[in-house]
């Protein structure tokens, strides 16, 4: 794992005291614009400047982890981190491990492939048909594998670490297709356009896929309440005074705001 520690927040953000008490964060930095590593190795995006945000407001530091998406649940309840971040639905199922922020982010989905190979698709049933006896990647743990699993039933799902093996395996074509945040489409097709990523089909959201969760908030261990407390009061204020809808603005180019 490749550990960072962000001591200091955003410029615009109120200075932490000497001494703050650390918070220590763990994200898969493999999800632009969520979070990713630059050039210099250094962990960045949305959840990065948000998380950075909350700890400003709660006068504490940032001690920021970065590991495989599927090992940080269980690396929370297993106490290694006080919270985990990283574009981590809030579903009931996960409920019954940890606790939740209230939203910060919500987000739709796409299926996406290389080119125009599924054409135009209107509909769920259309896209269900299309997508019978397809191979389709998600990252493993993430709700999208149990959207796949649940209404995409005769699709043939292949699993992974990190969004990129993802792309990487679309491009091979040994996946035909793959489900991710419209988001991280756009962010994959624009930092790569000779591969010409297109999303098809519908976009997904939760009033047709319940399983794609109630927003988007940060992991906390279950029966921190106090914690839970203080940076649910944080993303509160975050979100009246507008700092992440500026942080949305900034890495996304519009609104994610719940």
């Known amino acids: 794992m490749k550990k960072l520690v962000i001591a200091a927040a955003l410029s615009a953000f109120a200075v932490l005291p000497a001494g703050a008490e650390t918070l220590r964060i763990a994200t898969s930095a493999d999800y632009p614009p969520w979070e990713s590593v630059n050039s210099s190795g250094e962990m960045l995006g949305f959840d990065l400047d948000v998380g950075?945000?909350?700890?400003?407001?709660?006068e504490m530091e940032c001690e920021w982890t970065n590991q495989a998406y599927d090992g940080l649940l269980p690396a929370l309840v297993a106490g290694q981190y006080d919270l985990i971040m990283s574009a981590i639905?809030?579903?009931?199922?996960?409920?019954?491990?940890?606790?939740?922020?209230?939203?910060?982010?919500?987000?739709?989905?796409?299926?996406?492939?290389?080119?125009?190979?599924?054409?135009?698709?209107?509909?769920?049933?259309?896209?269900?048909?299309?997508?019978?006896?397809?191979a389709v990647g998600v990252q493993g743990s993430s709700i999208f594998e149990r959207v796949?699993?649940?209404?995409?039933?005769?699709a043939n799902v292949k699993t992974y670490q990190q969004a990129d093996q993802i792309i990487a395996d679309l491009k091979t074509g040994r996946i035909d297709a793959a489900v991710m945040e419209v988001s991280a489409w756009d962010e994959f097709g624009g930092a790569d356009k000779d591969a010409n990523l297109t999303m098809f089909g519908p976009l997904m959201t939760y009033a047709e896929y319940?399983?794609?969760?109630?927003?988007?908030?940060?992991?906390?261990?279950?029966?921190?309440?106090?914690?839970?407390?203080?940076?649910?009061?944080?993303?509160?204020?975050?979100?009246?005074?507008?700092?992440?809808?500026?942080?949305?603005?900034k890495w996304f180019g519009y609104d994610v705001t719940p």
Do not use: M, W
């Open 89 to 134: 639905s809030i579903t009931e199922e996960r409920k019954n491990s940890i606790d939740f922020s209230t939203a910060y982010a919500q987000a739709p989905a796409s299926f996406g492939t290389l080119g125009e190979s599924f054409g135009e698709i209107s509909d769920k049933s259309g896209l269900q048909a299309a997508i019978d006896g397809k």
């Open 148 to 154: 796949v699993a649940e209404h995409f039933p005769t």
């Open 52 to 58: 950075n945000a909350i700890c400003a407001r709660i």
């Open 210 to 249: 319940p399983q794609l969760g109630d927003g988007i908030g940060l992991g906390i261990g279950k029966g921190n309440a106090e914690l839970k407390a203080r940076i649910d009061d944080a993303i509160a204020e975050l979100l009246a005074d507008g700092t992440i809808a500026k942080a949305s603005d």
